[in-house]
Nanobody, 114 residues
Framework: QVQFVESGGGLVQPGGSLRLSCAASGFTFSNYAMRWYRQAPGKEREWVASISSDGGVTSYADSVKGRFTISRDNAKNTVYLQMDSLQLEDAAVYYC???????WGQGTRVTVSS
């Protein structure tokens, strides 16, 4: 079945960086665009970034534009989110997903604190 396994979260100070990974399985990864979402405590889940199936087109929420970079490795069935200049407001559980399937992973928690 379709599965997503996110990793790479942790505790980081404001201004720091993290690189999240999401390993996908159960479908032909290279055929589908991928997205990262996040959900902070007490807030709705929100879209963060998208990448086309071949990696050639990316888009970002205004709140992360210029600080986050989405990328993918179709040979490894993995999508990444490089997060730089992290801010307190970036603290959340981060998830990856393709819109073609309903499945969600367990997410990876990012904590930003001094």
């Amino acid at each position: 079945q379709v599965q997503f396994v996110e990793s790479g979260g942790g505790l980081v100070q404001p201004g720091g960086s993290l690189r999240l990974s999401c390993a996908a399985s159960g479908f032909t990864f290279s055929n589908y665009a991928m997205r990262w979402y996040r959900q902070a405590p007490g807030k709705e889940r929100e879209w963060v970034a998208s990448i086309s199936s071949d990696g050639g087109v990316t888009s970002y929420a205004d709140s992360v534009k210029g600080r986050f970079t989405i990328s993918r490795d179709n040979a490894k069935n993995t999508v990444y989110l490089q997060m730089d200049s992290l801010q307190l407001e970036d603290a959340a559980v981060y998830y990856c997903k393709t819109m073609a399937y309903r499945a969600w992973g367990q997410g990876t928690r990012v904590t930003v604190s001094s």
